[in-house]
């Protein structure tokens, strides 16, 4: 017995339609698409129906609608994808565990790179870091917002936006599930030292120290986050 094929929805097929159009012209990032009434003519679609793509292609990144301009191609970017990265996660330990373990192999991989490229001006700004969390540690605080500041800082040096975005990215993400599994806040005090050892090994230039340091800050598993394997012997 032959099975039926699924109907494309109309909108998924006018999306296809107009991603083919930019490559088939040729079109590059800046270049306007013709007017709508032309283009919907030009595809064999209804204007309706272009408009619906259009907007979902804007969604995405793809093009862009300037009011009293016109439509054009975008430039390429991540931000689309990893602005609803966030979204894709359910509030469970098993996806707490699989940020952590993306975020750790994405750091840990990167920072042996860290050595050729820090400045002074780099690591003068990790120590004011290290020092606003010392106060926080002092008073017994959370410390959250400079912990995402130093992250960010400690890997500006790479100049490559794209990891600095994935650290924002899996950084909020993963500090929003772990607040609703387990709200209780990590110990600042060993928060504070383990981005101090941090800095000091990058001091040193010593790719060594520095991964064993790295190694050392996501050593322990924090709570609320546990491998699929615990959590479903849990369940």
């Known amino acids: 017995m032959q099975r039926t094929r699924a109907r494309v929805p109309l909108y998924r097929q006018a ?3 107009l991603k083919r159009y930019i490559e088939e012209q040729g079109l590059r990032p800046g270049d306007s698409l013709p007017p709508e009434a032309s283009l919907a003519d030009d595809l064999g679609m209804s204007r309706l129906s272009l408009r619906e793509a259009t907007k979902s292609l804007e969604s995405l990144g793809i093009i862009e609608a300037r009011p009293g301009e016109g439509v054009f191609v975008r430039e390429f970017s991540f931000d689309p994808i990893l602005d609803n990265l966030p979204y894709s996660f359910a509030v469970d330990g098993k996806s707490l565990y699989h940020l952590f373990q993306v975020r750790m192999v994405m750091e840990v991989g990167l920072v042996s790179q860290l050595p050729r490229r820090v400045q002074p001006a780099d690591l003068a700004t990790l120590d004011q870091l290290v020092e606003e969390m010392a106060t926080y540690a002092r008073r017994g605080e959370p410390i959250v917002e400079p912990d995402k500041r130093f ?4 890997f500006r040096p790479l100049h490559n936006p794209l990891v600095l975005r994935l650290i ?16 209780e806040p990590s110990d600042p005090q060993r928060v504070h030292d383990i981005h101090a050892a941090i800095v000091a090994a990058l001091r040193t ?6 991964l064993a340091a790295m190694d050392q800050h996501f050593a322990m ?4 986050v546990e491998p699929p394997a615990m959590v479903q012997q849990r369940g």
């Open 168 to 183: 924002e990215v899996f950084w909020e993400t993963y500090h929003r599930l772990r607040r609703e599994i387990h709200p």
């Open 221 to 224: 598993i924090p709570p609320g």
């Open 15 to 17: 999306q296809e339609h």
């Open 205 to 210: 230039g010593d790719r060594i120290q520095i």
């Open 151 to 154: 992250h960010l800082a400690l």
